[in-house]
């Protein structure tokens, strides 16, 4: 079976400029896509369907499956305005919203032929929080929209009552307490529904395995071709969940790719905001400069609420920004039907213009009244991108160990985890850990390293501010996760929205990128496109 394999939270952005400079190429010689004809590990060694189900299998006992089908339709692929609707009208109760899920997880993501393997864990508390949800609900203070709606984490993302393992071995048993934005989410009335499968060490661990794989969770699969589409990564399982409709929304987090590149392998809407606007505390690192967690959901109005409800300034995240939004800021214009298109210019690459689907979303969008000026890319390189990872991660890790880890948590650097790790290979790494021997390899003084970061985030601007400021731009068009990296070193918002399918049926998305704190303009530019164009659809053998 062939399958491409690209270190997607990265390298695919990077592989999909076709002109690259030598520096550029003496930094990646080692990093390439990849055939990938049979899975070496396909389920888990660590757990199984039975294992993630148990915490609440006894609460389960009373939603049956004519349950789940009474429910199905008022449910499956619907937003969370339709599903608040269906709540005030006494359709279903938040405890039944979220049994639902939980039914349709056991059903489908693990141990049967058309298993996923997209969630590592379940909340034990979830029923229990949602009972509280439906007594609050009839409270008159006013809720944010978020309120109610079950949410996936995904599992490098702190929580204080389900391990937070990055998918990893060594952090099996790593109990923690919540990271900063599991708390907003909590404040807001979310429940965190349990913990999403990814790419081990957000996919900066193995260097020759496919995405989605992890030594805890095993390989996630994509819903639209099993084994045979990749799923995208560094985020799969929170992208395959939420394009299968195992919560209403997932959150994932990105370095350069890991939200944009699973969403639009999974047909779903995936914003990578600007970093600074989310907090990273509390979440496993690879890059305190690029990491980001992000809002990852079946439709754009879910993203914009998402958002509103994981923001919130982070004084101990250093590049945390205190902008004071109210609650509805990022979905208000969406919900009162305001934004337009009318006058906007938006830049497509010429070397994109191949793509079939790619000129049809451009289409749309003028007939929304866009105005589209090809542009071509940038001759600037992206020099020792993953040295900066590398230093980085070299001190982010150990920082997280410190300050955010579990307690009994006896690791405290990369080399820790190495070791830790060769103990038992076949269990631990099956793909080898090549990219951690980079790590623990790279240094550098601090002058150079400063200087690294300042050239990355140069070329990355440049690299969009230059056909922005020439031809008057609001914005720049790509495909999937083609100019992530580029984004991530800019330190500029992305947002990726389902525009169709190929002739073999792989998802593909349209991504918007503007300039900093710009995601508000992003979200507005993407509902315009998908309400026009409603490219979306369900997994065919998940509905």
């Known amino acids: 079976m062939k399958k491409i394999i690209f270190l997607a939270i990265l390298f695919s952005s990077i592989a999909c400029h076709t002109q690259k400079t030598a520096q550029q190429e003496s930094n990646l010689s080692d990093i390439s896509a990849k055939e990938f004809r049979e899975f070496k590990v396909l389920d888990s060694k ?21 349950d789940y089908k009474r429910l199905k339709p008022y449910i499956l692929e619907k937003n ?24 349709r997880i056991k059903k489908y993501d693990r141990d049967n032929n058309l298993s996923l393997n997209s969630v590592i864990s379940i909340n034990p508390n979830a029923i229990t929080e949602a009972k509280q949800r439906d007594r609050d609900f009839f409270n008159k203070k006013l809720k944010p929209l978020i309120f109610g709606m079950p949410i996936l984490l995904k599992d490098n993302i702190n929580t204080e009552n389900m391990p937070t393992t990055a998918g990893a071995f060594a952090l099996e048993n790593n109990n923690t307490n919540d990271a900063f934005i599991t708390e907003r989410l909590k404040e807001n009335g979310a429940i965190i529904l349990g913990k999403a499968n990814l790419s081990e060490w957000a996919y900066f661990f193995c260097g020759d395995c496919p995405s989605g794989y992890s030594a805890i969770g095993g390989q996630t699969l994509n819903p639209y071709g099993r084994k045979i589409f990749d799923t995208g990564g560094s985020s799969s399982g929170s992208g395959v969940s939420v394009a299968a409709n195992f919560a209403v929304a997932a959150v994932g987090t990105e370095t350069a ?73 990022y979905y208000s214009g969406i919900k009162n039907g ?53 230093l980085d991660m070299q001190n982010d890790l ?31 790494m099956p793909y080898g850990q090549k990219l951690f021997y980079g790590i623990v390899n790279d240094n550098a003084s601090k002058e150079e390293f400063s ?47 389902p525009m169709g399918y190929t002739n073999k049926g792989e998802p593909k998305g349209l991504t918007f990128i503007t300039k900093s704190f710009g995601d508000k303009k992003l979200l507005e530019w993407a509902y315009v496109y998908e309400q026009a164009s409603k490219k979306r659809k369900a997994p065919k053998n998940y509905q």
């Open 398 to 428: 150990p920082d997280y160990f410190k300050n955010h880890g579990g307690k009994t948590l006896s690791l405290k650097s990369v080399q820790d985890v190495i070791d830790f790790n060769k103990q038992d290979s076949a269990k631990a």
């Open 451 to 497: 200087e690294m970061k300042k050239v990355l985030h140069e070329n990355g601007k440049t690299f969009f501010n230059s056909p922005m400021e020439k031809h008057n731009l609001d914005g720049v068009l790509s495909i999937n996760n083609y100019h992530a990296a580029f984004a991530a070193v800019a330190e500029y918002p992305a947002l990726t929205v």
């Open 46 to 66: 660590i757990i199984d369907n039975q294992g993630v189900w148990n915490s609440v299998s006894t609460q389960m006992e009373d939603f049956t499956e004519a």
């Open 338 to 390: 305001k934004p337009s298109l009318k006058g906007k210019r938006f830049g497509a690459f010429t070397r994109l213009m191949n793509d079939t689907l790619y000129v049809e979303a451009l289409e749309v969008l003028k007939q929304q009244g866009a105005e589209i000026i090809e542009i071509e890319e940038v001759e600037v390189g992206l020099p020792k991108f993953i040295n900066l990872l590398n």
């Open 80 to 103: 969370i305005l339709e599903l608040h609707q269906s709540r005030v009208q006494g359709v279903f109760t938040y405890e039944q919203l979220v049994k639902f899920y939980l039914y």
């Open 257 to 329: 790719g890991s939200i944009l590149s699973p969403s639009s392998q999974n047909s779903v809407v995936g914003l990578k905001p600007t970093i600074g606007l989310l907090s990273r505390s509390g979440i496993v690192p690879i890059s305190s400069t690029l990491d980001t967690p992000g809002p990852m959901t079946k439709n754009v109005m879910d993203n914009a609420i998402l958002l509103s409800a994981l923001y919130g300034y982070d004084t101990t995240d250093s590049k945390s920004k205190n902008f004071k939004y109210a609650g509805s800021y």
